[in-house]
């Protein structure tokens, strides 16, 4: 089937809400400029003029409520924004082998999430970094991405996102890919998107893992406008 990628902006607006790296064509941007971006979005920006913010993570929540056993160690890629952190350990006791990690290439994003976690704050491991570097990220259990991955165009990109993602999630581990829909918004934060149905969102990251489920969510932004996602549950094989 056909992903649906809309064509590259002009080199004035090449900022990019994912986490990457430096390539070689045009359209990709240094992660300093992507960063610079960000940082200047999150440091004048409220969550009532972020699109994709969403107060409760309900059907990550729900996906991940799924899953036996409950997963430990747990990774949130450019989840600054994201409460799905402080859900989790909302919903369980103190655990000894609990790693609850939440990675943003903004540090002002990190910095508003630290301040929303409160008491939590101190049980989640806060890194700021750009995951197409292939950083050191350790083992998890579950790896959860909302908003990230169908912000990356180059094939280069999606693959060596796809490699961390499948050398950092543990055998029988899992991951939780959430884009637009094919009949989601064509652009997001003034910035192209690739939209997916479940099938071509499942080849992405076929054969390291296998998509066991899938949901829509009709997200509402906080100004009431609806767009549409698509939630991919995988396991690792």
């Given at each position: 089937?056909?992903?649906h990628c809309i064509p590259r902006v002009p080199s004035n607006?090449?900022?990019d809400r994912s986490l990457t790296q430096p390539s070689m064509n045009s359209y990709s941007d240094s992660t300093d400029q992507r960063r610079a971006h960000w940082e200047g979005v999150y440091a004048t920006k409220p969550d009532a003029d972020l699109s994709w913010f969403q107060s409760?993570?309900?059907v990550s929540l729900a996906l991940t409520n799924t899953l036996n056993p409950p997963p430990i160690r747990v990774l949130d890629v450019g989840g600054g924004q994201s409460a799905l952190a402080c859900e989790l350990l909302t919903r369980r006791p103190s655990d000894p082998a609990e790693s609850i990690a939440v990675l943003d290439i903004s540090g002002s994003a990190i910095v508003r999430a630290k301040a929303r976690a409160?008491?939590?704050?101190d049980r989640i491991r806060w890194?700021?970094?750009d995951v197409l570097e292939?950083?050191?990220l350790g083992t998890v259990d579950l790896w959860h991405d909302r908003?990230?991955?169908?912000f990356l165009h180059e094939v280069d990109d999606r693959k060596r996102y796809v490699d961390l993602a499948s050398r950092t999630v543990v055998s029988a581990g899992h991951a939780i890919i959430a884009t637009f829909a094919l009949s989601g918004p064509e652009r997001c934060s003034g910035l192209p998107v690739c939209r997916y149905s479940a099938e071509t969102l499942a080849a992405e990251f076929t054969p390291a893992f296998q998509m066991i489920n899938s949901v829509?969510?009709?997200h509402e932004t906080p100004w009431g406008k609806s767009q549409e996602f698509i939630y991919g549950l995988f396991v690792r094989r």
């Open positions: 089937m056909q992903r607006e090449q900022h409760f993570p309900t409160t008491s939590y704050a890194i700021v970094g292939s950083p050191y908003a990230v991955f169908h829509r969510e009709q």
